[in-house]
């Protein structure tokens, strides 16, 4: 079957060809644009903050059920950052690239942002009512993300920040992994990929078992057979055997393991609910990219927001708390007045994280890079995509993805 045939296919996710330097980026280019994947880590984003809005009570009654319906399982958004963030890094990895390198890029994504939000939430304990002041080896072990290893001080200044320990791990961990993953083929991706789903679901049993001596939902070792499976999906994409599902079915089975989250334990159990479907979903997003097939994920609008997703997530929780000192701790307002109290703290959140990436990220970024070289090398020419079953907007052209915990528009 020739490619123009492939492209034509309305169901299912057409495999990626072989020949396609959308899947195999050249030596010398970067990979190809996926915005799909940033506007689905906005989705992500947004999960959680939806979850944590619930735990402050700014809803009562009949709003507290909706909301609980709809975002009690938000915590499940974290689990997909993790599957994406191995997605990114193995699709984006450089040839030949070093681990010092990779991770020098690393520290000049997240290290910034993390660090300031790290001292606002230091000043806020401080200086704020209802703020729990950290001993200085709980906030030198959340500077240096290492708090996620001993349960205790997991939450210590900003709470958000445990995933990024779980990321420093992960990070650690890729070299080598992707050095696996260049000398594995297809068959033993596949199979690195289901023993990643197996060890997910042994990990769920064991905690509702009580086998572990401690809740496991923020062990970074615990967390890593997402990261992997995500690695091993991007892999499979690169080698054009991925023979997943298409978007719409991938969504789907995203959702409905979204909403089973709620039958099973609460903690690390929920994320054997929604695996399957976030390891699916990633990956069908990226081939309707590499495509052009239709995606609402690549909307511009989205697009931009999920290049906001990574500071959003910092800073939303320090938002939340914050208000507590206004609004009282659980206030449990009407519907009218709870989301008006949520907009306004959504608002703030989002605008905080505008300051985030504008003045911190992006400049702490290119100042311990010393600039963005590549950004200043001409762009290498790719062929035009195929052209989709059905037209395409304009924003279907927005910029590459970037790694999984920040924007969309610079190389990792």
Same mark, same amino acid.
Not at 22 to 31: D, E, G, L, M, Q
Not at 258 to 286: E, H, M, N, W
Not at 323 to 333: I, K
């Given at each position: ?81 993790? =599957? ?11 040839? /030949? ?18 660090? =300031? ?15 729990? /002041?950290?001993?200085?080896? &709980? ?5 240096? $993300? ?50 990643? =789903? ?26 890593? !057979? ?88 910092? *800073?939303?929780?320090? *938002? ?14 009407? *519907? ?19 300051? $985030?990436?504008? /003045? ?16 200043? &090398? !001409?762009?290498?020419? &790719? ?8 037209? &395409? ?7 590459? *993805? ?11």
């Amino acid at each position: 079957m020739t490619t123009a045939t492939r492209t034509t296919r309305t169901t299912g996710t057409p495999p990626v060809t072989a020949s396609s330097p959308a899947a195999r980026p050249p030596a010398t280019a970067s990979a190809p644009s996926l915005p799909s994947l940033t506007g689905l880590r906005w989705v992500a984003a947004l999960l959680v903050f939806g979850l944590h809005v619930r735990n402050f009570h700014y809803f009562g009654g009949t709003g507290d059920r909706y909301v609980t319906w709809a975002f009690g399982p938000g915590a499940s958004g974290v689990s997909f950052f993790f =599957v994406l963030s191995g997605f990114v890094l193995t699709w984006s990895a450089r040839p /030949k690239d070093r681990a010092v390198a990779f991770w020098r890029r690393r520290i000049a994504r997240i290290y910034p942002v993390h660090l =300031v939000t790290a001292a606002l939430a230091l000043l806020m304990a401080y200086t704020l009512a209802y703020q729990t /002041k950290p001993e200085p080896s &709980q906030a030198a072990a959340n500077a240096l $993300l290492v708090h996620s290893w001993w349960r205790p001080w997991w939450q210590t200044l900003n709470p958000v920040s445990w995933s990024l320990a779980c990321e420093a791990f992960f990070y650690a961990a890729f070299p080598l992994l992707a050095l696996v993953l260049r000398r594995l083929g297809a068959r033993g991706t596949t199979a690195l990929a289901g023993a990643s =789903v197996l060890a997910v679901l042994v990990l769920a049993w064991a905690e509702t078992h009580h086998w572990t001596a401690e809740p496991i939902s923020a062990n970074p070792a615990a967390r890593l !057979p997402e990261f992997v499976l995500g690695a091993a999906a991007a892999r499979l994409v690169l080698l054009d055997r991925w023979r997943g599902p298409g978007l719409e079915a991938s969504l789907a089975l995203a959702v409905v393991g979204y909403f089973l989250v709620p039958q099973v334990d609460p903690g690390y159990t929920s994320t054997a609910c929604t695996i399957v479907g976030f390891a699916l979903l990633i990956p069908a997003a990226a081939v309707a990219d590499l495509r052009g097939l239709p995606s609402l994920w690549r909307h511009r609008r989205l697009v931009r927001l999920g290049e906001l997703s990574f500071a959003f997530y910092m *800073v939303h929780l320090l *938002v939340l708390r914050a208000g507590t000192n206004v609004l009282g701790l659980s206030p449990r307002f009407g *519907v009218a007045t709870g989301l008006a109290v949520t907009a306004a703290a959504f608002a703030l959140s989002l605008g905080l994280s505008w300051v $985030l990436y504008e /003045k911190v990220e992006r400049p702490a970024r290119r100042l311990l890079l010393g600039g963005l070289r590549t950004a200043r &090398q !001409p762009p290498v020419p &790719q062929p035009p995509m195929p052209q989709p079953a059905a037209p &395409q907007p304009p924003e279907s052209q927005a910029a590459r *993805v970037g790694p999984a915990s920040g924007p969309a528009r610079t190389p990792d």
